[in-house]
């Protein structure tokens, strides 16, 4: 099992950019793929990012460019650099961590983009 912890998450106005951080109970090094998902209201939880173990990346096409999945081993830790960001990114960004089989999410950030 791991617990997953995310920070970073706040107002920002629109063009502007955050980083969100996700901490893992267990060292990264024992985990496989990490990722990040966002769900914004009255949607379904979508996929953002995702990173492997051994640093392999992936972008939902809506955030390539603007947005760079990362992981330290070392602190356990992924992040989410977000710049540009636009209204439409608005959401509940949640940390995904996969360990065999399992899949275990972090309780969310909250990231609110203004116009």
């Known amino acids: 099992q791991v617990q997953l912890v995310e920070s970073g998450g706040g107002l920002v106005q629109a063009g502007g950019s955050l980083r969100l951080s996700c901490v893992a109970s267990r060292s990264a090094s024992s985990i496989g793929t990490m990722g990040w998902y966002r769900q914004a209201p009255g949607k379904q939880r979508d996929l953002v990012a995702t990173?492997?173990?051994?640093?392999?990346?992936y972008y939902v096409d809506s955030v390539k460019g603007r947005f760079t999945i990362s992981r330290d081993n070392a602190k356990n830790t992924v992040y989410l650099q977000m710049t540009s960001l636009k209204p439409e990114d608005t959401a509940v960004y949640c940390c995904?961590?996969?360990?065999?089989?399992?899949?275990?999410w972090g309780q969310g950030a909250q990231v609110t983009v203004s116009s």
């Open positions: 995904n961590a996969r360990i065999g089989v399992a899949n275990y």
């Open positions: 990173i492997s173990n051994g640093g392999t990346t």
